[in-house]
């Protein structure tokens, strides 16, 4: 580099440096362009966000603004107090848990719904919004959950439906001799199936195209490219299984030969009412889950089986099996050190740990 552009480079340098200055501002139409990229790149996120996440967070602010009107409070009044008088008001909200054989059981709102209601309503309030929030502005809201979650363990007080029950490699043994050789039934082994190997989410499993599940070069398996997903994308490679009715490579492969499907369809389709006719509509997140409560129904298992049970059920089995637990946290697209995929295990885990090992 000459003298000349060492010149240059420092004189636009000083130059963007005493723009920045403190208690200087851009210029007015700088000011603006940089609004407009801000708003841009908002509505860019929004736009690239999962279904579900969106439908949440929509969820959450709603109920945020029902606290509001009622304690005639502004909805941009987002702060650590109010967000602690919030836990104490939804705490005496109303829930809904699902009972085998009875129609609704009323409870009040479970924790879990709480803590994510916070989560939505402070990450609304930023992105939607523009509000500028501590980030530690959840925390005091958070402590007193924690408490109130301690005290009613103590109780036993039973709120919600509780986490889904894992899908279990004996469970869906008992599942497959139930499922009837029609297209939805072939549709449905192979959703299981699937869901299980990738341990995936269920908007995950909706939004994949037939072309992002491919033939592994090397004729291992498949190679599932999950492009949505609420942590991260990933690829997941799905190799064949042991047990030929559980595959989920040959279950896959029999779906495809009679749903006949095009590179962009979806790759899980809903079946004309009739059961004789694959229709162009893909199953939404929604759907996926309600295949594997209904193939848990018709099994007479004695769980209700809801579409994160084939996500819990891979982390279980992988540990009983000896898996590294990083194999499951890339598997499922965890984050590492997931501490909800390490509870997971730990759930499972006391037979394996034990202090009486070797005692009795």
Not at 20 to 33: D, K
Not at 179 to 188: H, K, S
Not at 209 to 238: A, C, M, Y
Request: with cysteine; charged share 30%; hydrophobic share 35%.
């Amino acid at each position: 580099m000459t003298n000349t552009d060492l010149s240059v480079t420092a004189n636009t340098t000083d130059r963007q440096i005493a723009i920045l200055a403190p208690g200087q501002r851009f210029a007015p139409e700088v000011e603006a362009r940089l609004a407009e990229i801000d708003r841009a790149a908002t509505r860019h996120v929004h736009a690239n966000r999962p279904e579900n996440t969106s439908k949440a967070y929509g969820g959450d602010w709603t109920t945020w603004l029902r606290y509001c009107a009622q304690e005639s409070l502004p909805p941009a009044a987002v702060t650590s107090g109010t967000l602690v008088l919030f836990v104490e008001w939804a705490w005496l909200q109303p829930g809904w848990k699902r009972k085998k054989g009875e129609e609704h059981l009323r409870t009040l709102k479970a924790p879990s719904s709480i803590d994510r209601h916070l989560a939505g309503i402070v990450a609304t309030a930023r992105q939607e919004y523009g509000l500028t929030l501590d980030r530690h502005v959840g925390a005091e809201a958070r402590t007193l959950l924690k408490a109130k979650i301690k005290a009613m363990e103590k109780s036993g007080e039973q709120r919600g439906r509780g986490p889904a029950p894992a899908l279990l490699v004996k469970d869906m043994e008992r599942i497959v001799p139930t499922i009837p050789d029609t297209l939805a039934g072939i549709r449905d082994l192979a959703i299981m199936t699937l869901h299980f190997a990738c341990a995936a989410r269920e908007h995950e499993l909706a939004a994949q195209l037939d072309l992002h599940v491919t033939d592994d070069e090397f004729g291992r398996g498949l190679v599932s490219d999950i492009r949505v997903s609420k942590n991260f994308p990933r690829v997941v490679q799905i190799p064949y299984g042991s047990r030929a009715h559980l595959c989920p490579v040959r279950a896959l492969r029999r779906w495809r030969e009679v749903s006949n499907p095009r590179p962009d369809d979806p790759l899980f389709r809903h079946v004309h009412s009739g059961g004789t006719t694959v229709l162009d509509e893909g199953l939404d997140a929604e759907g996926i889950g309600d295949v594997l409560t209904r193939l848990g129904e018709r099994a007479g298992l004695d769980k209700r089986l809801t579409g994160h049970s084939p996500r819990r059920g891979l982390v279980t089995e992988s540990a009983r099996a000896g898996n590294d637990e990083r194999q499951a946290e890339k598997q499922g697209g965890w984050v590492p050190g997931s501490r909800v995929m390490r509870k997971y295990r730990e759930d499972d885990d006391g037979f394996k740990e034990n202090a009486l090992h070797g005692v009795l």
